[in-house]
């Protein structure tokens, strides 16, 4: 079955202490991205990234960091999470084709509380 | 920067239609979604529209007009289900990459 996986779907930590979020798709995508999602704020995009050793920064960056050293894989990497940081995470992926109808495919989410 | 529009929330009746609207302005326009969204969980794709017009998918249509910075997502039929989020998402190309800029979601409960 095509799909994008997140892991952990829930998370409760304390400031301070660094966690990662992965995110794997199994359909050949080159295009990966993470949002979060905040009540009134709507989907935000925090990285991007359009193929393997290559990731750029969205509109939310700051606080947060990004590999993607294999194809079907980018994880999201807090190193310091903070109070403010607590937010639904979701992880994308399509084909990458911007020209032409190219959906993105969304995981499951990962609800993050930091305390 | 991309400015996106559309109402935060709309109540509509089992069995009627209704229209969801959302505005832009965006440099580098390079098509526009809609996804549907329940509570808690993923966003799904619904439509997308690139050049003006109405694109028909079953109970959902999309329209968009580009010269005006408007589409709209109508649905027939309502049914329970479709008691959702409703997010308005525009593509550019500015970055050359497949980046998305989404509205804040227009939420619609269908009541009986």
Not at chain 1, 34 to 49: H, K
Not at chain 2, 29 to 40: R, T
Request: charged share 20%; with cysteine.
């Amino acid at each position: 079955e095509a799909q994008v996986t997140q892991n952990p779907r829930y998370l409760i930590t304390v400031t301070g202490k660094k966690l990662t979020v992965t995110c794997s798709q199994n359909m050949n995508h080159e295009y990966m991205s993470w949002y979060r999602q905040d009540p009134g704020l709507g989907l935000r995009q925090i990285y991007y990234s359009m193929n393997v050793e290559v990731t750029d920064k969205g509109d939310v960056p700051e606080g947060y960091k990004v590999s993607r050293k294999e194809k079907r894989n980018f994880p999201l990497i807090l190193e310091s999470p903070s109070p403010n940081q607590t937010s639904l995470y979701f992880c994308a992926s399509s084909g990458g084709l911007a020209g032409v109808w190219d959906e993105q495919f969304f995981g499951p989410g990962t609800r993050l509380t930091v305390l | 920067g991309q400015n996106i529009d559309q109402p935060t929330e709309m109540t509509a009746t089992e069995g009627a239609i209704v229209q969801i609207n959302c505005t832009y302005q965006t440099s580098g326009f390079n098509g526009l979604f809609w996804y549907q969204q329940h509570a808690g969980e993923a966003p799904t794709f619904l439509s997308y529209n690139v050049l003006d017009g109405l694109e028909e998918k079953g109970r959902f249509s999309s329209f968009l007009s580009r010269s005006k910075g408007y589409s709209y997502l109508l649905l027939k039929e309502l049914q329970m289900k479709d008691s959702a989020s409703y997010l308005c998402a525009v593509r550019t190309d500015q970055t050359g990459a497949n980046n998305l800029f989404f509205g804040t979601g227009t939420r619609l409960t269908v009541i009986p």
